[in-house]
């Protein structure tokens, strides 16, 4: 028998303890205050079922099954504290329990610990043999949450993969999107998921916040107001029904910008001249100051934090600023894709920085501008995997988009080049390099190596 109960979009899971009973392992008393404590868990009477199951505890203290389904009673009597104790205890007992492992990430997640809830879906979906699409559902949601996007939306595919009318993993791809900007791309996978399943709390609010990034008020309110219909988590119901009221007081993603002041403009300028001389302290200071006073709702702030933040090593705050940044653009955020490409590459992280550098392209694209520099970043990525042709052509692009602004665009085409033993075209890259930046960063490896190659 099945019993799910819907806890911020993960059901808890509770699976019949019948496999125990049919090895005839528990007393029969037990048996039956299991089969009690099932029924008035249907009848939603959680306190009643709890005692049965407490009961079936102590004659049966090996029994996973009795403390999970006490765990379930206590959650919806609404002590959460005492529901994840319990889950613990079952899985002091058997520690591969799988419904205990799946309802404690749950409740790990719901109270704001994804990474912790992450721990024992993982283990959970060993269990599984990793065929459970809900599994990687909401293992998705907590990479999510925890900045591991590109992982994140490999889990949310396997999902589609392994369940094909799984409406709520096109939903979190759409969350996905709506986070990087591409408001497109999160439309297409939220009607997906409607055509699915309509009565989504998550999917509506979704699409809430894209007509909101569109401009489109009307659209953004009729479907923040139809989440509600179908939302019961109060945390969730009092966020939408706070963008409600502030789309009604004349507010939205786009009029709510920084709100300009002679104060702030001072801390802007002030903030972009520590940036210039990589006085990221300064900078940051300001810049988290120009978020709290008007200026949460401006892209380019967020940008410029990312910056300040990057510069002082602090690398998952500044990928997380870049994120908010590119969450604040409905039409691309080239420089602010670029940064994420960079502070990802730093955190070891080149599936994820590769997928930046070319949305960064992207975006300058749909404008009509060129991105040498992203350009040059992904033919590194791409020279790195050894895919060498890719990588040529990248550094051509780069080449050719910043005439002689990018010379380190020659050096690295040289270099791949080299590889690839195409040492006359190498050598006339290498001179190319020094005569724009004879001093620069490469130029001692630049000498180097042509003289190698020529042998002057």
Request: proline share 3%; charged share 25%.
């Amino acid at each position: 028998m099945a019993f799910p109960l819907i806890l911020f979009g993960a059901a808890v899971v509770f699976v019949s303890v019948a496999p125990a009973w049919a090895e005839g392992r528990y007393k029969a008393e037990s048996i039956a205050r299991m089969r009690a404590g099932v029924k008035l868990m249907h009848e939603h009477q959680f306190a009643r079922a709890r005692d049965e199951f407490s009961e079936v505890v102590k004659a049966e203290p090996k029994l996973p099954e009795a403390y999970n389904c006490m765990g379930l009673a206590y959650y919806n009597e609404g002590k959460v504290a005492e529901a994840q104790q319990a889950y613990r205890q079952a899985l002091e007992v058997e520690p591969l329990f799988a419904p205990a492992l799946n309802n404690l990430g749950v409740l790990l997640y719901a109270g704001g610990h994804p990474k912790d809830a992450l721990h024992y879906w993982k283990r959970c979906q060993t269990v599984s043999n990793n065929t459970d699409p809900d599994l990687y559902y909401y293992i998705a949601n907590a990479l999510r949450d925890t900045g591991a996007k590109a992982e994140a939306r490999d889990n949310y595919l396997t999902a589609i993969k392994l369940n094909p009318k799984n409406a709520a993993a096109y939903s979190g791809l759409a969350a996905l999107d709506l986070g990087e900007g591409r408001l497109e791309d999160a439309l297409n996978e939220v009607k997906k998921s409607f055509s699915l399943k309509n009565d989504s709390s998550f999917s509506w609010f979704h699409l809430g916040a894209i007509e909101e990034k569109r401009n489109n008020v009307a659209g953004a309110l009729q479907a923040y107001e139809t989440s509600l219909n179908f939302e019961n988590v109060a945390k969730y119901r009092a966020e939408t029904k706070a963008r409600i009221a502030r789309l009604k007081a004349g507010g939205t993603s786009s009029s709510l910008s920084a709100a300009s002041s002679p104060e702030n403009d001072v801390l802007k300028q002030r903030a972009l001249a520590a940036l210039a001389r990589h006085d990221w302290s300064e900078a940051r200071a300001d810049l988290e100051t120009l978020t709290k006073r008007g200026c949460a709702d401006d892209p380019i702030v967020w940008n410029n934090l990312g910056l300040a933040l990057a510069g002082e090593s602090q690398n998952q705050r500044a990928m997380e600023a870049y994120r908010h940044a590119l969450s604040l653009r409905h039409d691309g955020f080239a420089e602010a894709q670029y940064n994420l490409g960079m502070v990802l590459r730093h955190m070891g992280d080149n599936s994820a920085a590769e997928s930046a550098f070319r949305k960064a392209i992207d975006d300058a694209s749909r404008k009509g501008k060129p991105n040498a520099l992203a350009n040059n970043m992904l033919g590194i990525v791409l020279r790195e995997r050894a895919d060498f042709e890719s990588a040529d052509k990248a550094f051509r692009r780069a080449i050719l988009q910043s005439g002689d602004e990018l010379p380190v665009a020659h050096y690295n085409l040289a270099l791949l080049l080299e590889h690839n033993e195409h040492s006359r075209e190498a050598i006339s890259e290498y001179r190319t390099y020094l005569r724009l930046a004879p001093h620069g960063k490469n130029a001692g490896s630049a000498k180097n190596r042509l003289k190698r190659l020529t042998g002057a």
